[in-house]
């Protein structure tokens, strides 16, 4: 080999190394850290569990998971197996089962590469003579007609084969068994849920792809439901180029999609149809828009692997399927227990979100979320992230020690003892909120924690300039600011130092000093507007707590009015 070939070589084993490490590096990032026998033993969990969703879907014609999820789920899944070598073997609901006779499609049922908005205005900047029409939500098939007869109507299946529905199809009225002219025909279209006025912004759960599967998997569905399919017909593989032409002959043989068929230009692009049918009422389920050229290959040169001349634009998320990383249990300032969810971080309508709120421990127990699970996380109000369900649940369950709510109260965890990090610092944060302290936040309470310089609730009262200054991040001018703050809250009211220390709802209403409130028993409270019996006994607890009478007397020795 000459020094040339040598060098040449070399250059080649270099950059097929560089090629292979960023394929490898793009595919760990979608990998689970998990080691190797553990991801074969959940990937094949999984797999277990699309089968059970399949089953129902397919054979029994109930949908156990929303479309969207079940997507994810797929897509999941499919990451999983080349993490580990294999090759995907799922596809999306539609796909062939044995549970009927099969067919094969004369034209492939191509599915199309799914584009951001990046790679649409990619895409629609680099074609001419583009139409865009909606994404709709129901279950693909592919009609052949010879001398306008009805002859064969096919599942989308895997794209090359599916499911005999010939049958079927000949019972829906939206279907024609006979067309107005003797021709052969190829059509693609989706079977889809009759809605009425449907906003796919407001009702993005709407079941119609899970509505339709179960139509035609029954073995008599009624005619009532037979009435609500409808059909889109989005493909004419064999008809005329043109657009214009297709839509026209379309619609002169009974398959009116013209309404839903733009052409896009400057004035309405695709943004804006999105826009309109993502907001706008429709008689179907959408789940996105679909941009096309008029202009496309002959069909007999057709795949089922996904066209260039067309890709889908889907709407933003609005659930998302995401995986537990880990369970912090807070304890509030009253003593309540809230399990916060931290997930693999996952987008949603445009925010990433990594941490949900379970709300209460009883929903935690019930849910028994632990690391790993897949979750289905979705927007409260379009604000707020909620955790809607459990998907499914990891193999491998981590044992978790959840804090005994017998343990905290509203009476508990007025210093800091061992157990009692997270209520005493949501108490200190609670106490500067509400003393106006500007500036002074749960950040800054830690680090004085951390420094051994507060460890009871009022220790501040007492503290020097420079005792500050041995906090971490705490220099001289932030002590002298913070000593200005402390000093301030001393002069607020009583009713803001009641608050501040904790007393339940009902005390701010009445007039008199500490001496006065320690007096007050069950009845007098209770003849207060607003306090009930169990409220009254929370209030008589509180004034009567010897950690609160300590504090009163504290803050009397401080000269704060009212104690």
């Not at 299946?157 to 021709?183: F, K, M, Y």
């Not at 569905?221 to 214009?244: C, K, N, Y």
């Not at 981590?398 to 017998?406: D, F, M």
Request: net charge negative; charged share 20%.
């Amino acid at each position: 080999m000459s020094r040339g070939e040598i060098s040449q070589a070399i250059v080649t084993w270099l950059l097929s190394g560089i090629i292979g490490l960023v394929t490898f590096s793009a595919q760990a990032a979608d990998c689970p850290d998990w080691p190797e026998e553990r991801l074969s033993r959940e990937s094949k969990a999984l797999a277990e569990q699309v089968h059970r969703w399949d089953a129902a879907y397919h054979d029994e014609g109930v949908t156990l998971i929303e479309d969207a999820l079940y997507d994810q789920a797929v897509a999941r899944l499919s990451a999983w197996q080349r993490c580990l070598g294999e090759a995907p073997d799922y596809h999306p609901l539609t796909r062939v089962t044995s549970s009927s006779g099969t067919r094969e499609h004369p034209a492939a049922q191509r599915g199309l590469n799914k584009a951001d908005d990046d790679a649409v205005r990619r895409f629609t900047s680099r074609r001419e003579d583009l139409w865009i029409q909606p994404k709709v939500d129901g279950v693909a098939v592919t009609l052949r007609y010879a001398d306008g007869e009805l002859v064969e109507a096919v599942s989308r299946g895997d794209g090359e084969r599916g499911q005999d529905w010939t049958a079927r199809a000949r019972q829906l009225s939206a279907v024609p068994n006979t067309l107005p002219a003797p021709i052969a025909a190829v059509l693609q279209g989706e079977l889809y849920w009759r809605l009425t006025q449907h906003v796919q912004s407001r009702s993005p759960a709407s079941g119609a792809r899970g509505a339709v599967a179960g139509a035609m998997a029954q073995s008599s569905p009624s005619e009532a439901t037979l009435e609500r399919i409808g059909l889109f017909v989005w493909g004419w593989p064999d008809g005329p180029t043109a657009m214009q032409e297709r839509l026209a002959r379309l619609s002169a043989l009974g398959f009116n999609t013209a309404d839903y068929t733009h052409a896009l230009d400057d004035r309405r692009d695709a943004t804006y149809w999105r826009d309109t049918w993502f907001n706008g009422p429709l008689p179907f389920a959408t789940d996105g828009v679909v941009i096309k050229q008029a202009e496309r290959p002959g069909f007999r040169r057709w795949s089922s692997s996904p066209p260039e001349w067309a890709v889908a634009w889907k709407y933003p998320a609005q659930q998302a399927l995401a995986e537990v990383r880990g369970i912090e249990f807070r304890v509030g300032r009253t003593g309540r227990v809230t399990p916060l969810v931290w997930l693999n971080p996952v987008q949603l309508e445009g925010r990433r979100i990594s941490r949900v709120s379970l709300g209460s421990l009883e929903r935690w127990e019930s849910l028994d979320v632990r690391p790993g699970d897949q979750v289905a996380i979705s927007l409260a109000g379009l604000t707020i992230p909620q955790l809607t369900k459990v998907v499914w649940h990891t193999q491998e369950r981590s044992p978790l020690s959840p804090p005994s709510p017998q343990r905290f109260n509203l009476l508990s965890c007025f210093e800091l003892t061992p157990g009692c990090d997270g209520q005493w610092l949501a108490r200190l944060t609670y106490l500067g909120e509400q003393l106006g302290m500007q500036g002074i936040g749960e950040g800054t309470w830690q680090a004085l924690m951390d420094a051994g310089i507060v460890t009871h609730l009022l220790d501040w009262l007492g503290v020097e300039p420079r005792q500050l200054q041995q906090a971490y991040g705490i220099g001289e001018t932030t002590a002298e600011a913070l000593m200005v703050q402390f000093q301030v809250a001393r002069g607020k009211p009583f009713a803001a130092w009641l608050s501040a220390l904790g007393a339940p709802p009902g005390s701010e209403s009445v007039r008199g000093d500490w001496d006065e409130l320690t007096g007050y028993q069950r009845e007098q409270w209770q003849a207060v507007p607003g306090v009930g019996p169990v409220r009254a006994d929370a209030l008589v607890a509180f004034f009567s707590h010897p950690e609160i009478q300590r504090m009163a007397a504290q803050l009397n020795q401080a000269g704060v009015a009212g104690f």
